[in-house]
């Protein structure tokens, strides 16, 4: 087995496995074809993830662990994925692969249909593209951990997911609607959710400073547990 190893990096076999050093800005390697789950948990002042047209597999949690990553930048010569705004896409970008945990404001490009999880403690905004239909992220939850979030905005032509009264819901196939998050930063001591809400998210009202939720007289079909 091929391996490189230096006192703040480990290529083993032309996979990046971990990265450690103590710089801001890295650029991957032109001889890494694989970035490993974790590879840059350890790198605890990196901000910037340059990624050149050689990677040909990213795993989706390559940046897991980081909380000082802010933006991932892909090369246009790359074939397999690309970037937009700091976030990780496949090529056509119709697919958001990965969110960094430390970014601020992020913003889903209006290719894009599919969306993996935004989540992070920095997290101060997000605005959803046109073309946005669905998420897909393992944890089941299209927004988590974001306890310092103010805004969610959707274009107005997105015609699943829209914003009523600060809060993110989404359309469902059969005219009722689930509710997806409530910014989390906004004060407020009372919610009453919206009679035609059938299902409420995981996290939904996760770190808001709610005291009195008000279930409407619609009954909810699902609550998270």
Known sequence: TAETKTKDCIINNGTLVSYCGDK????????????SFGAFEK???????????NVKSISKGFIRGNKSIK??????KNKKYSSYKGLLYNKSGKKMLVCPA?????????????????AGENVE???????????????????????KLKSIKVK??????????????????DDSVKLIKYPSAV??????????????????FAHSSIKNLVISENPLTELPK
Do not use: W
């Not at 801001?24 to 970035?35: G, L, Q």
């Not at 905004?125 to 306890?147: A, D, H, W």
């Open 71 to 76: 933006t991932i930048v892909v090369s246009k």
């Open 24 to 35: 801001e800005v890295y650029k991957v390697p032109k001889n890494v074809r694989k970035i």
């Open 187 to 204: 004060p407020t001591d009372k919610y009453v959710i919206p009679n035609n809400v059938s299902t409420v998210m995981f996290y939904a």
């Open 43 to 53: 790198a605890t002042k990196l901000k910037k993830v340059i990624i050149g047209g």
């Open 156 to 173: 107005k032509e997105n015609k699943v997911f829209f914003v009523q009264d600060g809060v993110l819901f989404m359309r469902m196939y």
């Open 102 to 118: 430390a970014r601020k404001n992020v913003i889903i490009h209006d290719k894009c249909v599919s969306i993996d999880e935004i």
């Open 125 to 147: 905004t997000i605005t959803i593209g046109k073309n946005v239909k669905k998420y897909t992220s393992e944890s089941e939850q299209m927004i988590g951990f974001t306890p």
